[in-house]
């Protein structure tokens, strides 16, 4: 795949390029910053005819992107891509930290607005739940389905809160779309091609969840996937992988934040619930993610934890939460950023 990049380029111009890289039977991917703006191009079998691009007019080079990974790479895009919330203020990526907390399931809507109160409160911008839940056993609960998208579209009314939840199939992912503000796709999902193309064709940001065993460059292929369809609004999250280390339930691989940052454009938040399983190391491993640099947290957060119909072990108590985001905003204003 071949870049184009043109400085400082207006969004008629942009368009203009695209409408002649698609009439060469191409697909253009725009990918605007202030410095300069790249256009990606996909959909080519075998190689592009340089000259072709490089005869078109607007456009002032083209390069050859090394990795295998392409929309994603900061070859293609220097600048950190921020993902925005029209109507709020609320965004992932840039300065401002993103904290996105909620229970691991929808429950009842008695539990889910009893947790939104209190994250809400705490200062979260963001909610998460699940409605649909990949369960290790099939006879664990499953997640209340659209009833849950229901609960917390009334919780983006009520508390302002962007939702987050998990598309766990296509089926799902049509629901999760009409519903919530960001669809999540879960660890087991991250090489579901046909799940993540599905989701690229989606118009809201995706938070891709790192597969339970996978490598950096596998995870970035999978966001790779889902930039291919057009949705470059992808945040990608740490959550743990499997190892011999058996103290924890994953082992939280806080280093692959730098790397990310060093290879890719794209946001990058950590999940030190699912990462650790245990309540008692979420805040530590929390702090440690906000020290490393990543741009949120996604943690689990329930008010009565030994209810919990999944993974209660690993859910903070409201207070917890209160504690984590004090010490995330210290911790981040070290940094330079504002939780
Ligand atoms: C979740 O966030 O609820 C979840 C199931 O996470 P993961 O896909 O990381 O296991
Ligand atoms: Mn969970």
């Not at 995706?206 to 596998?218: P, S, W």
């Given at each position: 795949?071949?870049?184009?990049?043109?400085?400082?380029?207006?969004?008629?111009?942009?368009?203009?390029?695209c409408?002649?890289?698609?009439?060469?039977?191409?697909?253009?991917?725009?990918?605007?910053g202030?410095?300069?703006t790249?256009?990606?191009?996909?959909?080519?079998?075998?190689?592009?005819?340089?000259?072709?691009?490089e005869?078109?007019?607007?456009?002032?080079?083209?390069?050859?992107v090394?990795?295998?990974?392409?929309?994603?790479?900061?070859?293609?895009?220097?600048?950190?891509?921020?993902?925005?919330?029209?109507g709020?203020?609320?965004?992932?990526?840039?300065?401002d930290?993103a904290?996105?907390?909620?229970?691991?399931?929808i429950?009842?809507?008695e539990?889910?607005?009893?947790?939104?109160?209190?994250?809400?409160?705490a200062?979260?911008?963001?909610?998460r739940g699940?409605?649909?839940?990949?369960?290790?056993s099939?006879?664990?609960?499953?997640?209340?389905g659209?009833?849950?998208?229901?609960i917390?579209a009334?919780?983006?009314?009520?508390?302002?809160?962007?939702?987050?939840?998990?598309?766990?199939?296509?089926?799902a992912?049509?629901?999760?779309?009409?519903?919530?503000?960001?669809?999540?796709?879960?660890?087991?999902?991250?090489?579901?091609?046909?799940?993540?193309?599905?989701?690229?064709?989606?118009?809201?940001?995706v938070?891709?969840?790192?597969?339970?065993?996978?490598?950096?460059?596998?995870?970035?292929?999978a966001?790779?996937?889902?930039?291919s369809e057009?949705?470059?609004?992808?945040?990608?999250c740490?959550?743990?992988?499997?190892?011999?280390?058996?103290?924890?339930?994953?082992?939280?691989?806080?280093?692959?934040?730098?790397?990310?940052?060093r290879?890719?454009?794209?946001?990058?938040?950590?999940?030190?619930?699912h990462?650790?399983?245990?309540?008692n190391?979420?805040?530590?491993?929390?702090?440690?993610?906000?020290?490393?640099?990543?741009?949120?947290?996604?943690?689990?957060?329930?008010?009565?934890?030994?209810?919990?119909?999944?993974?209660?072990?690993?859910?903070?108590y409201?207070?917890?939460y209160?504690?984590?985001?004090?010490?995330?905003?210290q911790?981040?204003?070290?940094?330079?950023?504002?939780?």
């Amino acid at each position: 795949m071949l870049v184009v990049m043109k400085a400082q380029a207006t969004p008629e111009e942009i368009q203009a390029v695209c409408e002649q890289i698609e009439q060469l039977g191409l697909r253009p991917h725009p990918l605007p910053g202030a410095q300069r703006t790249a256009i990606g191009i996909t959909g080519n079998q075998g190689e592009i005819d340089r000259g072709n691009i490089e005869d078109l007019s607007g456009v002032a080079e083209v390069i050859q992107v090394s990795k295998p990974y392409k929309l994603v790479s900061r070859e293609v895009k220097e600048e950190d891509t921020i993902i925005r919330f029209p109507g709020t203020n609320a965004t992932i990526g840039g300065r401002d930290f993103a904290m996105i907390a909620g229970p691991c399931s929808i429950e009842t809507r008695e539990q889910a607005f009893a947790v939104a109160e209190e994250v809400a409160s705490a200062g979260a911008q963001f909610f998460r739940g699940g409605a649909y839940k990949p369960r290790t056993s099939p006879y664990a609960f499953q997640g209340l389905g659209e009833e849950a998208l229901k609960i917390m579209a009334e919780i983006r009314d009520k508390f302002g809160l962007r939702i987050v939840t998990e598309a766990i199939d296509n089926e799902a992912l049509e629901l999760v779309d009409k519903y919530a503000d960001v669809i999540q796709i879960g660890a087991r999902n991250m090489q579901n091609y046909s799940l993540l193309k599905a989701a690229g064709r989606k118009r809201k940001p995706v938070l891709l969840k790192r597969g339970i065993a996978a490598t950096l460059e596998e995870f970035l292929m999978a966001a790779e996937y889902i930039m291919s369809e057009g949705n470059y609004q992808v945040i990608l999250c740490e959550r743990g992988v499997r190892t011999f280390a058996d103290h924890t339930r994953n082992t939280l691989d806080l280093s692959i934040v730098p790397a990310v940052q060093r290879l890719s454009h794209l946001p990058i938040v950590v999940d030190p619930s699912h990462g650790t399983g245990k309540r008692n190391k979420v805040i530590p491993l929390g702090r440690a993610a906000v020290a490393v640099g990543c741009d949120g947290l996604i943690v689990e957060v329930h008010h009565q934890p030994d209810k919990a119909l999944s993974d209660g072990m690993q859910s903070l108590y409201p207070e917890q939460y209160v504690q984590l985001m004090n010490e995330a905003a210290q911790i981040a204003a070290v940094l330079g950023r504002t939780v």
